[in-house]
């Protein structure tokens, strides 16, 4: 147990700065991937609820303070998508399988963009005289591009997940 402290919190550490530094930069594709989410999913699948919350909460200070957005709204947004996500896990998602992941990772995908934007929007007094991001080709084009790129990596992680340990199922359905 004491060991896995220590671990969490590099492995955080190291995707913060994997997404802050690498990632970022990029535009296009590339640049869509929110490394934080995927791992984020695959924490709460694995390892339970309190560290999906310890993993968002974390996250979430780490990408408000260097962001330049009001505090708490990567903070908020991180959580609500553990809670949600949380719930489709107990309530739809039996086994953990690839197309339960895939399907969390879009719904964790949707849900994280729209709640930073909205969030974004009506906290951020400088842009109540801009249009409402719904309306905005840019944020459905960005939304398209991310879900694509975070299935894809979660389409990788699953099954280099699935070469080192067998704590996944490789089937849809089981009879």
Do not use: C
Not at 128 to 134: G, M, R
Not at 161 to 167: A, H, Y
């Amino acid at each position: 147990m004491y060991i896995k402290i220590p671990l969490h919190i590099l492995a955080i550490i190291l995707i913060f700065g994997l997404q802050l530094s690498l990632l970022n930069p990029w535009q296009g594709w590339l640049g869509s991937l929110n490394l934080g989410l995927v791992f984020l999913i695959f924490v709460l699948e694995l390892n339970g609820l309190a560290w999906g919350l310890g993993w968002g909460l974390s996250l979430g200070f780490l990408f408000d303070i260097f962001y330049f957005q009001p505090f708490g709204v990567f903070l908020f947004s991180f959580l609500l998508v553990v809670l949600l996500s949380h719930f489709l896990l107990i309530k739809f998602f039996t086994n953990r399988s690839l197309y339960s992941y895939l399907v969390l990772i879009l719904a964790a995908t949707v849900f994280f963009n729209f709640f930073l934007r909205f969030l974004i929007y009506f906290l951020d007094f400088y842009s109540l005289d801009k249009d409402f991001f719904l309306i905005l080709d840019k944020f459905w084009i960005s939304l398209a591009q991310s879900l694509a790129v975070n299935a894809l990596a979660v389409f990788v992680s699953f099954y280099v997940f699935n070469f080192l340990s067998n704590r996944f199922d490789a089937v849809f359905l089981k009879k």
